[in-house]
């Protein structure tokens, strides 16, 4: 009786979050249309209305409070920003690529062609840049392109609240309040979100997996709405972590694959998924040349090194990941990728201190960790097979490594304020000192 209970809460607050969806796009359509206001306070307001419905849906009152300062705090942290955003990293790359691929508008015939230049454009940019770029009739050269910044915000709301749900039946409320502030305030989160792009859709498909999961090895079902959504979307955006998602799976049933039935099976699929990536560049790429990072660094690279350089490339990926943009002294070059704004580059900065503090946590409390089943295994062991994604990728910004952050967040739930104080204090503390040290080498 009370799981049926349970199961008519979740339907019922899945039924209200589709319809302040409707809700949502008849008021931006029709506020366009009539001229209901000007497009960023209507956003605002409809932040708003999901801010409300995360903050009811999550019973904890203490932090929660947190939540409706959000509109508020990123209109501030917005407004620091220096005009010439829009030109920062792909985000005028997405855009042209939008106007290239749907000149006309959105049909199905032209959605289907776009499939022939899968490895150009990416489909789910159509919900956070494409819908507003046709809505409000601007680029990313326009005046007014903030416009993007919220509409990216109201569609990352309105995917955290899909995770509230998500995570609702198998965490309790505090600890699914843990994870949606550090989705909404993280320096991890607000430095890989300074300008809307593909990404986000991973980072949510990434937590409605392992919920899937968790479901599925509770015996609450055999499939899950939230696990298949996430292995489309992560298909359609990044097919390459399809790869590390199956090595996962297989390790956690590894004892089943003694048996002929499900190793052939597994093996197949593992093979048809290199396949296809092989196809689709990323991987191929890297299996094909060998090449680790852009092509003449690379190269250059490989030539002091010689065979070493395979054996050390992934280390030095990782160390790339964790601590970039490094050195922190520099930050007037690095300023122009923060979008101009200090704020956001010491989001960037303190987001290297968040990673190197999950490395020294994993370090020194590895068994404590991995004594704690739950987390452990579907997480953190998660995140730690997703990582690898990495080493087959271009050397690139922290955002790559970063993305699997959140997977790592329930390392501080088991170890407590006080000790998650002293390792990000230490985290700090190491950063400082290898600052120091190439500042005077």
């Not at 359509?29 to 206001?37: A, D, I, V």
Request: positive net charge; charged residues 10%; glycine residues 4%.
């Amino acid at each position: 009786m009370q799981i049926k209970k349970m199961a008519l809460r979740q339907a019922s607050a899945n039924l209200l979050l589709v319809m302040l969806v409707v809700f949502s796009a008849f008021f931006l359509l029709n506020s366009e249309l009539e001229g209901w206001g000007s497009p960023i306070p209507n956003l605002i307001f409809l932040e708003y209305l999901v801010v409300l419905y995360i903050f009811f849906r999550i019973k904890q009152r203490n932090l929660s409070f947190l939540l409706l300062l959000f509109p508020i705090f990123k209109s501030i942290y917005f407004s620091m920003y220096d005009p010439a955003w829009v030109s920062i990293g792909d985000f005028s790359a997405y855009i042209e690529m939008l106007q290239y691929q749907f000149p006309t508008g959105l049909t199905w015939v032209v959605l289907l062609n776009a499939i022939h230049t899968i490895g150009k454009f990416y489909y789910l940019t159509i919900f956070n840049m494409y819908i507003p770029m046709r809505l409000y009739d601007i680029t990313s050269g326009s005046p007014n392109a903030a416009i993007f910044l919220y509409f990216n915000d109201f569609v990352f709301l309105i995917l955290t609240a899909m995770t509230v749900n998500a995570l609702k039946s198998i965490l309790d409320d505090k600890i699914i309040l843990f994870f949606v502030i550090f989705l909404l305030f993280s320096p991890t989160t607000l430095a890989d979100t300074i300008y809307p792009d593909r990404h986000i859709f991973s980072l949510f498909a990434l937590l409605w997996f392992v919920s899937g999961c968790i479901r599925i090895r509770n015996g609450g079902s055999k499939l899950d709405f939230y696990l298949i959504i996430s292995l489309v979307l992560i298909f359609i955006n990044k097919p390459q972590l399809l790869i590390a998602i199956l090595l996962y799976i297989i390790y956690l049933n590894r004892s089943k694959f003694l048996d002929v039935r499900w190793l052939l099976p597994m093996l197949s699929l593992l093979a048809l998924l290199v396949v296809y990536n092989l196809s689709i560049s990323g991987l191929g790429v890297y299996l094909a040349y060998k090449e680790y990072g852009y092509a003449a660094t690379a190269i250059q690279i490989q030539r002091v090194m010689g065979p070493l350089y395979y054996l050390v490339m992934p280390i030095v990926k990782y160390i790339y990941g964790l601590f970039s943009p490094f050195p922190w002294y520099k930050f007037s070059v690095f300023l122009i990728g923060a979008a101009g704004s200090p704020l956001t580059l010491a989001m960037v900065y303190f987001n290297s201190v968040f990673g190197v503090g999950i490395v020294i946590a994993l370090f020194r409390h590895f068994k404590q960790i991995k004594s704690h089943q739950f987390y452990y295994e579907n997480f953190i062991l998660f995140g730690l097979i997703m990582s690898l994604t990495i080493i087959p990728a271009d050397i690139g910004h922290s955002g790559y490594l970063a993305l699997y952050y959140v997977l790592f967040l329930p390392i501080f739930f088991i170890l407590g304020w006080s000790r998650s104080a002293v390792i990000f204090f230490s985290s700090l503390i190491l950063i400082l000192l290898l600052n120091l040290l190439v500042f005077f080498a």
